[in-house]
Nanobody
Framework: QVQLVESGGGLVQAGGSLGLSCAASGATFSITTMAWYRQSPGKQRELVATVNIRGEATYADSAKGRFTVSRDAAKTTLTLQMDNLNTEDTAVYFC???????????????????WGQGTQVTVFS
């Protein structure tokens, strides 16, 4: 189906910037939605930003005005540019994709949703 590999996490001082990247491979033609989620210790995983099948981006309130999400036309790369970071942005960030079922060599692959392994972002004051 689709495999995801995130990169770009790290340590940054509050007020600084960091960029994340998610490389998708496999049946990327079937991807409909690409998104970034994050999870802090003791908290539920939350949606940060989404790019839909038309390339339109939406953001969580906490990300609006500070984060920018984008993807390439082939849906092989999803990026998240994070500016003006604060300590509350500290979390593991996950790439997530959803896709529609498809046929390949007469074999049917069902609808899918796939998570990356996550990348740690730590913001210190």
């Amino acid at each position: 189906q689709v495999q995801l590999v995130e990169s770009g996490g790290g340590l940054v001082q509050a007020g600084g910037s960091l960029g994340l990247s998610c490389a998708a491979s496999g049946a990327t033609f079937s991807i409909t939605t690409m998104a970034w989620y994050r999870q802090s210790p003791g908290k539920q995983r939350e949606l940060v930003a989404t790019v839909n099948i038309r390339g339109e981006a939406t953001y969580a309130d906490s990300a609006k005005g500070r984060f920018t999400v984008s993807r390439d036309a082939a849906k092989t790369t999803l990026t998240l540019q994070m500016d003006n970071l604060n300590t509350e942005d500290t979390a593991v960030y996950f790439c997530h994709v959803e896709g529609l079922g498809y046929y390949n060599r007469s074999k049917f692959y069902p609808d899918f949703n796939v998570w990356g392994q996550g990348t740690q972002v730590t913001v210190f004051s």
